[in-house]
């Protein structure tokens, strides 16, 4: 039988330079994704001096400050971090699908990686789940998954 070509990501992160975008809205569940995240990468080799955290208002901002990032073409990957929490009126809506069309817009248009950390939740108690709790840390999930992109798309 012929062998398969297979591309995979090693989770490796030495050597890269990675941006963190985290909103400051609901900040108490933000920083828990945050930590979750820069554990997972310096615990995978990327040295701290190679991260930048920049903090933004909310979910709203994140896909300009993403493109800004992505068009310095200083970093590997971006990691985007927040979380939108349902309220009494429509808000929630326009919100969420602002952030995650943008933020999708960005990687495909800058071909860089970005890590999808933003929760949408219903209520704070989905949110705590994700942040370090029941549901473990969406911010380290989406860390491993920038990661992994950003090796693979190195082979591509
Ligand atoms: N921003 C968030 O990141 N999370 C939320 O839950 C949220 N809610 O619910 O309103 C939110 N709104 C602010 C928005 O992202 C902008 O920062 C604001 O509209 C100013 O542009």
């Known amino acids: 039988m012929n062998s398969l070509t297979t591309i995979a990501g090693q989770l490796d992160a030495r050597g890269l330079k990675v941006a963190i975008v985290a909103s400051r809205f609901n900040d108490f569940i933000v920083d ?64 969420c699908a602002e952030a995650t069309k943008g933020i999708a817009h960005v990687m495909l248009a800058h071909e860089t990686p ?16 994700r942040a370090g709790s029941k549901a473990g840390n969406k911010g380290v999930e989406a860390a491993a998954a920038m990661l992994e992109t950003i090796r693979v798309c190195q082979q591509l």
């Open 32 to 95: 828990r994704l945050v930590g979750g995240a820069l554990d997972y990468l310096e615990r995978h080799g990327l040295a701290r001096e190679d991260i930048t955290l920049v903090r933004i208002p909310g979910a709203f901002e994140m896909p300009l400050t993403c493109q800004k990032l992505a068009a310095t073409k200083k970093y590997d990957g971006i990691l985007a971090l927040g979380a939108v929490i349902r309220g009494g009126t429509p808000h929630f809506d326009y919100v």
């Open 114 to 129: 970005i890590g999808f950390g933003l929760l949408t939740c219903d209520t704070i108690e989905q949110a705590i789940e």
